[in-house]
């Protein structure tokens, strides 16, 4: 084992493999194309198919006949000259896969025809041999392939019923012509790359289009135009497997256990295979997302950065200074910028490490195989004391932003109804106007503006978003998505503040999810939500309110409206879960293209967040006010107790199983304390007979003053409460309700000092009943003297001051 030099000591980070969100399918990426029956038939063979290509006596498609046979020739009989099996061999060979630069080589410049026509012939016969399957082009090749229409042309000669087929199940799906056109030519690039029909497209080929495009230079750009909408077209005519999108087939779901320890590059096998079977022993009893933790945690931050300061470390058992090497590695955090700041997460690092050397000890006791790695913990108890007080901390820090933002939250309520209102009727007001119309709205001037894109053929049937151009600053504004995030941000607000449930939650509510319920007391019908289990797996049903009610009705209504009278049915990815689950008519759904999607936990968040920018809220150091999902929930919980609901309510309707996990969301306000207390006073005194709270007469009142003079004893006060009688016959030295005043010491000394000699006294004369008695009272004296002296060290004579503050209310 070598020793890393303490220069450096520093953290290790593992491996970013493990961070990759998407399956990469670089293995379907240049594989053997197909060997199709035509690539050994001859050049005469392969001109008389030709006719066999649609209705090609009376087809206007391809131009004059005799020039298209004879640029099919010239390829034919140039491709001939090169080595090969076949003609794909041989097209491959020659290099003419790559892209279309070739074709110049075969212009005459002083030919009869034009360059013009001598391209347009030699185009007009490479379609021709491409339709008729004779060799099969490459994904850069059609990428650089500009010749017109050939995927019209594929669609109209290969299996044209098959594509009308996919072309009307694309309509379905999307409105927008010109994202059925991009599925159609990329459901053509793969029938002419593959050299099979429509109904023979497989999963596979489709994810390696998705790679090729990802390597391409447009990757940059964003997404792959069409192929999404192609995999829905294409399910109802080829077997794609079981994802319904490529989205779910891309996906990683819950990988293995093997493959997430691998990620960490482990060089220690034997150490390896023990994490391995640690894992697979506790991955039952976790969620996917608390198991990929501990991943992360034994086999990341613990063992492979060990490895990393330690190479051939090969024991669990660890020396001490490498222990205490690690340990002070992960206390400091460096940021982006370079800086360091200390860990706050420091001690819940060290737990599962220190449960994972616990876990075996115990399990050695019934299976041999962990003997052998039954070590001492690296992590001492001592490591981990200070757990409580870190969770203490972090549950005040969470009620002082409860007590930040719970006042300012009908402020941030009002700015996102303003807000939502303002944008609808702003898309009215642009949605009336033509382009370059000038209308004016809320004192600003605007023009309707079309995008250039769509001033194209290309997208000349497509719809395009209402844009328009503010006549002050130039601006662009996209005012359609402008009131789209200005509705979700509304909505999102409002139901996490009357429902308090969980972000995953709030994008889990479905149009099945909302029951009625029966009072049997009243038979009254109240309407109620249910929340399918998110973190803890249990059900539960919340009351709609009336605001919520009209909150959901609204957003039911605007799904209706835009996908013809119907809520649509949307799958789920559960990014935590790495799942999909079945297709609801979920309510938090939004149109991406010409899909249906829940939108993510950090769309949500940013919808919040521009709400919140349009507004000034600060904190008490001046501050900008962030609000998280999570912060209205918390909110929600602390005014809920506050407004009187039993926090045991409470904890059912946050769907919480340990009461303290409820309280230690609600926040107390100094304000709420001052009059609970005084509610309680107020309510032990209505208990208590009214006699009691009487004016006391003139006797009743000396007899009170007379006891407190009666407590008045040699060495200090009597504790006794008012009205009772002394239970210990007077012997003040021994009683516990003795109260000494500090100018007693002297005489206190003085007793002591009586009593040992009086014991000293009855020994002498034999007085062994005195003598025990005797010890009593000195036993209780020293005690007295003991708790005196004490009291004078914690609390001196003179008075000190404890800066306690003055509460105040905050400012409005």
């Given at each position: 084992m070598t020793a890393t030099p303490p220069a450096q000591q520093q953290r290790f980070r593992p491996s970013s493999r493990r961070q990759s969100v998407s399956k990469q399918h670089d293995h379907l990426v240049g594989a053997q194309a197909a060997v199709t029956a035509r690539e050994t038939l001859s050049t005469s063979s392969v001109l008389e198919l030709f006719p066999t290509l649609g209705n090609w006596p009376q087809s206007a498609l391809f131009g004059h006949r005799a020039g298209h046979v004879h640029g099919a020739r010239t390829i034919l009989e140039w491709l001939e000259g090169h080595p090969g099996h076949g003609w794909q061999d041989r097209w491959l060979v020659s290099g003419a896969d790559r892209n279309l630069d070739w074709i110049d080589s075969f212009i005459v410049e002083d030919c009869s025809r034009s360059r013009t026509t001598q391209r347009a012939e030699l185009t007009a016969g490479l379609t021709s041999l491409l339709l008729c399957r004779i060799f099969l082009p490459s994904y850069d090749f059609l990428a650089s392939y500009k010749a017109y229409k050939l995927y019209a042309y594929t669609r109209q000669v290969l299996r044209p019923e098959l594509f009308a087929r996919i072309e009307a199940s694309a309509q379905q799906l999307e409105g927008q012509p010109r994202s059925v056109r991009d599925a159609l030519a990329v459901i053509s690039k793969l029938v002419l790359h593959t050299g099979r029909d429509a109904d023979a497209i497989t999963a596979d080929d489709l994810l390696a289009y998705r790679t090729w495009h990802l390597r391409g230079p447009k990757a940059v750009e964003g997404g792959t135009p069409g192929l999404s909408l192609a995999w829905a077209a294409l399910r109802g005519v080829a077997d794609l497997g079981e994802h319904s999108t490529i989205k779910e087939a891309v996906r990683f779901g819950q990988r293995p256990t093997t493959e997430l320890v691998d990620a960490y590059n482990i060089g220690c096998k034997p150490i390896r295979d023990l994490l391995v079977r640690y894992l697979d022993e506790r991955r039952p009893c976790l969620d996917y997302s608390s198991f990929t933790g501990?991943?992360?945690?034994?086999?990341?931050?613990?063992?492979?950065?060990?490895?990393?300061?330690?190479?051939?470390?090969?024991?669990?058992?660890?020396?001490?200074?490498?222990?205490?090497?690690?340990?002070?590695?992960?206390?400091?955090?460096?940021?982006?910028?370079?800086?360091?700041?200390?860990?706050?997460?420091?001690?819940?690092?060290?737990?599962?490490?220190?449960?994972?050397?616990?876990?075996?000890?115990?399990?050695?006791?019934?299976?041999?195989?962990?003997?052998?790695?039954?070590?001492?913990?690296?992590?001492?108890?001592?490591?981990?004391?200070?757990?409580?007080?870190?969770?203490?901390?972090?549950?005040?820090?969470?009620?002082?932003?409860?007590?930040?933002?719970?006042?300012?939250?009908?402020?941030?309520?009002?700015?996102?109804?303003?807000?939502?209102?303002?944008?609808?009727?702003?898309?009215?007001?642009?949605?009336?106007?033509?382009?370059?119309?000038?209308?004016?709205?809320?004192?600003?001037d605007y023009c309707p503006t079309r995008p250039q894109a769509y001033q194209t053929s290309y997208y000349r049937d497509c719809v395009p978003p209402v844009q328009v151009e503010d006549l002050t600053t130039g601006e662009i504004i996209d005012v359609g998505r402008r009131e789209h995030e200005a509705f979700w941000a509304w909505a999102s607000i409002e139901v996490l503040r009357h429902t308090g449930i969980r972000i995953e939650e709030l994008l889990e509510i479905t149009h099945l999810g909302l029951v009625s319920y029966k009072l049997p007391d009243t038979g009254e019908i109240v309407p109620m939500s249910r929340i399918v289990p998110s973190k803890g797996n249990e059900e539960r049903l919340l009351l709609v309110g009336p605001e919520l009610a009209s909150v959901l009705a609204t957003v039911i209504t605007r799904l209706r409206n835009e996908n013809g009278g119907t809520v649509p049915l949307t799958t789920r990815y559960d990014p935590h879960e790495r799942v999909t689950g079945p297709a609801l008519p979920h309510l938090f759904q939004h149109r991406r293209g010409?899909?249906?999607?829940?939108?993510?936990?950090?769309?949500?968040?940013?919808?919040?967040?521009?709400?919140?920018?349009?507004?000034?809220?600060?904190?008490?150091?001046?501050?900008?006010?962030?609000?998280?999902?999570?912060?209205?929930?918390?909110?929600?919980?602390?005014?809920?107790?506050?407004?009187?609901?039993?926090?045991?309510?409470?904890?059912?309707?946050?769907?919480?199983?340990?009461?303290?996990?409820?309280?230690?969301?609600?926040?107390?306000?100094?304000?709420?304390?001052?009059?609970?207390?005084?509610?309680?006073?107020?309510?032990?005194?209505?208990?208590?007979?009214?006699?009691?709270?009487?004016?006391?007469?003139?006797?009743?009142?000396?007899?009170?003053?007379?006891?407190?003079?009666?407590?008045?004893?040699?060495?200090?006060?009597?504790?006794?409460?008012?009205?009772?009688?002394?239970?210990?016959?007077?012997?003040?030295?021994?009683?516990?309700?003795?109260?000494?005043?500090?100018?007693?010491?002297?005489?206190?000394?003085?007793?002591?000092?009586?009593?040992?000699?009086?014991?000293?006294?009855?020994?002498?004369?034999?007085?062994?009943?005195?003598?025990?008695?005797?010890?009593?009272?000195?036993?209780?004296?020293?005690?007295?003297?003991?708790?005196?002296?004490?009291?004078?060290?914690?609390?001196?004579?003179?008075?000190?001051?404890?800066?306690?503050?003055?509460?105040?209310?905050?400012?409005?």
């Open positions: 501990l991943v992360g945690a034994l086999a990341g931050t613990f063992w492979a950065d060990i490895e990393h300061h330690h190479p051939g470390i090969d024991s669990l058992h660890l020396p001490e200074q490498v222990a205490e090497g690690w340990k002070s590695r992960p206390r400091t955090v460096v940021g982006r910028d370079g800086t360091t700041r200390p860990r706050g997460d420091y001690i819940q690092l060290l737990m599962p490490i220190r449960g994972f050397y616990r876990d075996i000890q115990e399990w050695a006791h019934d299976d041999p195989y962990w003997v052998q790695w039954s070590a001492p913990s690296p992590v001492r108890k001592r490591d981990t004391a200070g757990a409580q007080k870190a969770k203490r901390k972090t549950t005040a820090a969470m009620h002082q932003r409860v007590r930040e933002r719970l006042p300012h939250l009908p402020v941030l309520v009002d700015a996102a109804e303003r807000h939502k209102a303002e944008q609808a009727a702003f898309l009215a007001a642009a949605e009336q106007a033509a382009v370059g119309q000038t209308f004016s709205h809320a004192g600003q010409w899909r249906w999607e829940v939108p993510s936990q950090a769309t949500i968040q940013k919808w919040v967040t521009q709400t919140l920018s349009r507004v000034d809220l600060t904190d008490a150091a001046g501050q900008p006010l962030r609000y998280t999902a999570h912060d209205f929930r918390r909110i929600f919980a602390s005014d809920a107790v506050a407004s009187g609901l039993p926090v045991h309510i409470v904890a059912r309707l946050l769907g919480h199983k340990n009461l303290n996990t409820s309280q230690a969301y609600i926040a107390v306000f100094a304000e709420d304390l001052v009059r609970a207390y005084r509610t309680f006073l107020d309510n032990r005194r209505s208990l208590r007979p009214e006699a009691e709270y009487r004016e006391p007469t003139e006797q009743e009142w000396r007899e009170f003053q007379a006891h407190f003079q009666a407590r008045k004893l040699e060495l200090g006060e009597c504790g006794r409460p008012y009205g009772s009688t002394c239970k210990h016959e007077h012997s003040c030295l021994r009683c516990p309700s003795l109260r000494l005043m500090p100018t007693a010491r002297p005489r206190l000394v003085e007793i002591i000092a009586n009593l040992r000699d009086r014991i000293s006294e009855a020994k002498l004369n034999g007085w062994s009943g005195e003598v025990e008695g005797l010890k009593v009272s000195l036993e209780a004296a020293s005690r007295k003297l003991v708790s005196l002296d004490r009291a004078h060290d914690r609390h001196p004579s003179s008075p000190v001051n404890l800066g306690m503050p003055v509460i105040t209310d905050p400012p409005p």
